[in-house]
């Protein structure tokens, strides 16, 4: 059986993201034999290509084709100003309009305040359930007082790092659920493919 393929998007335009950081430690944690993952921060796509949705830049089509051949999609963003990033929106915008069907995607995103988890599922989740998804779990939050790098490592508060696992957990439990099926009752890009 090929190995089945998870890809993590990070979104935040910081050189130092933390959102990124997560990123790679959610893809740490979910990493075993049967898996494969890739992590693509969208900073590092040719920024002429995003901004005028050049969707035949190779830059672009090879991540068009990244998310294609995912099975499970970790949507990563930092909260800015109670929303999804603008980098995410502009990426998002950029993709066909059923880019996630058939696919379980895991949102998280990193903020400085709780007050404002709320934005990842009145604002991104709909976006992600208009685009095909077949299953979207719970989404996470990771507060920013809830981070520390040390050594370079991220260390992640134990009761923030408690409700991640049990995402990742759901996430895994949902991209092994995929079946030659997984399509039904999801539009994809390509009805014969
Ligand atoms: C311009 C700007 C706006 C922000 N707005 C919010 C906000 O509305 N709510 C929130 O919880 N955090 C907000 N933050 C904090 C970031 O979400 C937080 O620092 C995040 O972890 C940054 O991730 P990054 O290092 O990957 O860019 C804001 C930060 C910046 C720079």
Not at 134 to 155: A, G, K, T
């Amino acid at each position: 059986m090929s190995k089945q393929l998870v890809l993590a998007i990070s979104s935040s335009p910081s050189p130092t993201s933390k959102t990124a950081r997560v990123a790679d430690y959610v893809l740490q944690r979910i990493s075993e034999p049967t898996l494969m993952t890739r992590h693509i921060r969208l900073r590092d796509m040719d920024p002429e290509a995003l901004i005028s949705a050049k969707s035949s830049h190779v830059s672009v089509a090879r991540t068009v084709t990244a998310i294609e051949q995912a099975d499970g999609v970790v949507i990563t963003t930092p909260i800015f100003k109670a929303s999804y990033s603008g980098l995410l929106k502009i990426f998002l915008d950029l993709l066909p309009q059923f880019a996630l069907a058939g696919k379980a995607v895991l949102p998280v995103a990193t903020g400085g305040s709780v007050a404002h988890l709320l934005a990842l599922d009145y604002s991104l989740r709909p976006v992600l359930q208009s685009m095909g998804a077949r299953h979207i779990v719970q989404s996470l939050f990771v507060p920013e007082s809830e981070m520390q790098v040390v050594d370079e490592q991220l260390r992640i508060g134990e009761q923030t790092d408690a409700m991640l696992n049990e995402a990742i957990h759901h996430f895994k439990c949902s991209v092994g659920a995929t079946t030659e099926d997984r399509f039904l009752g999801h539009p994809r890009p390509v009805r014969n493919a």
